[in-house]
């Protein structure tokens, strides 16, 4: 008897997979264009990096147009001029939003990656938190993936593919004092994943997020200089350190390629095991 299980019905549920669905092509990005937001330096510089690396085109994206210049030479040298881009716009206004998705749809090719990376903090206690810095939280690490995600959306909807990718954080999950607005952002941002999947994973987008635990960049130099804050993130670490850029590229990869078809909304924490032990 054939069941009916949506596309690709009537298949041998248990045969071996056709040879496009093994091996490295799964993981290979030829040709896909890819926007990282808030890559200019850090976590989003080494995706964008990892996702030329695997074969996409990539759209590197932040505030100052130096910074950003000056990255995106870096990659051009590595992966050339033609593979490697910039559009330098705030992500938390919906007017550049628009106009930066517009450009690389004409400019550069269809989006089907994107990885909403940018992302600021701001460490003052909850009595002390004015409302402007909520605000400007909030606006940077939670609303701007809806506006970019939307604007993507709005193209890779009617072309049936997408992946975005949320980049979300361990305070996706857990708290610490000090950091109320950005805790709650990230948590939006999980559940923003999860409805952003309610409403389009039927129509062929997978989005994900990734979580990391703590990252050596410029976000937290602070903390990895704080003798007693980089002795705490050792010792609460299972995997006894501090993470690398790095280590974040493998399973962005993933979520990127056609590897990550079938998952969806789901939220990988990258986080040396941070998130699973007291
Ligand atoms: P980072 O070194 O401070 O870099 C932040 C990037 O975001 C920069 O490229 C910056 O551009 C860009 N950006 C900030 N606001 C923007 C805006 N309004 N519009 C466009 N671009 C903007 O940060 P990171 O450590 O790489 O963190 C990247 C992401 O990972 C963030 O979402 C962060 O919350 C998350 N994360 C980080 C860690 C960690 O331990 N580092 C852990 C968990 C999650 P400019 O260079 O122009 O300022």
């Known amino acids: 008897m054939q069941t009916t299980i949506g596309a690709g019905a009537g298949r041998d549920p248990g045969g071996v997979p056709e040879e496009s669905t093994r091996g490295r092509a799964l993981f290979d990005l030829d040709g896909r264009v890819a926007l990282v937001t808030g890559s200019s330096r850090g976590i989003g510089l080494a995706l964008a990096s990892g ?5 996409a085109t990539v759209v590197l994206n932040g505030l100052g ?8 030479r870096r990659l051009a040298d590595r992966f050339g001029e033609d593979r490697v881009h910039a559009a330098a716009f705030d992500v938390t206004s ?49 609303t701007s993936a809806f506006l970019v995600g939307r604007e993507a959306a709005l193209r890779m909807v009617p072309r049936g ?5 949320n980049v979300c954080s361990v305070q996706s999950d857990l708290a610490r004092p000090g950091i109320a607005p ?8 999980r559940n923003l994943t999860r409805a952003m999947t309610a409403e389009w994973a039927g129509r062929g987008l997978q989005v994900n997020g990734l979580a ?7 976000m937290t130099r602070g903390l990895v200089e704080d003798e007693a804050f980089n002795a705490w993130v050792r010792g609460r670490t299972p995997a006894g350190r501090w993470g690398r850029v790095q280590d974040l590229v493998g399973p962005a990869v993933w979520l990127a390629s056609d590897g990550s078809d079938y ?10 095991g941070m998130s699973v032990v007291v």
Not at 99 to 112: H, K, N, Q, T, Y
Not at 212 to 218: F, L, M, Q, V
């Open 51 to 55: 996702l030329a690396e695997a074969g």
């Open 65 to 72: 147009a130096d910074r950003l210049e000056a990255s995106r």
């Open 94 to 142: 919906p007017e550049e939003v628009r106009r930066g998705v517009a450009w690389i749809e004409d400019s550069v090719g269809p989006l089907r990656i994107l990885v909403n990376n940018a992302g600021i903090q701001h460490r003052v206690p909850l009595l002390d938190l004015a409302t402007e810095d909520w605000d400007r939280v909030i606006a940077a690490d939670l």
């Open 161 to 165: 593919a997408g992946k975005i990718i």
């Open 182 to 189: 950005y805790t709650a952002a990230k948590g939006g941002l």
């Open 212 to 218: 990391p635990g703590y990252i050596d960049t410029e």
């Open 263 to 272: 998952v969806n909304g789901q939220v990988v924490f990258i986080d040396g």
